[in-house]
């Protein structure tokens, strides 16, 4: 239901952009999120949105690099990451949930999609 792309390789300060196509009609309803999962290391929130688009959440650790935005009509979250770090290298998973505590807090959303591989050079 939850499909990522855009993945890639980039060096450092490079960008990307990784899309989420969702096929459930009632994409609107959900609350959407980006979550990584470097090599070693436990899954980790990255960004949210909220169901109209109104509110967006970051991890600090991307802040004022990432953005996250939906497209509604075209039932896609997208996650624009600027000045990409090495340790931004990670698969990449998004995320959806009509419960924002859930999903932001808990960081147990309702649905996962598969993931998607950014690799940051140095």
């Known amino acids: 239901q939850l499909q990522a792309s855009g993945g890639g390789l980039v060096q450092a300060g490079g960008s990307l952009r990784l899309s989420c196509a969702a096929t459930?009609?009632?994409?609107?309803?959900?609350?959407m999120g980006w979550f990584r999962q470097a090599p070693g290391k436990e899954r980790e929130f990255v960004a949210a949105i909220s169901r109209s688009g109104g509110t967006r959440y970051y991890a600090d650790s991307v802040k004022g690099r990432f953005t996250i935005s939906r497209g509604n009509a075209k039932n896609t979250v997208y996650l624009q990451m600027n000045n990409l770090k090495p340790e931004d290298t990670a698969v990449y998973y998004c995320a959806a949930d009509m419960e924002w505590y859930r999903m932001v807090a808990r960081g147990t959303p309702e649905y996962w999609g598969k993931g998607t591989l950014v690799t940051v050079s140095s």
């Open positions: 459930r009609r009632t994409f609107s309803s959900y609350n």
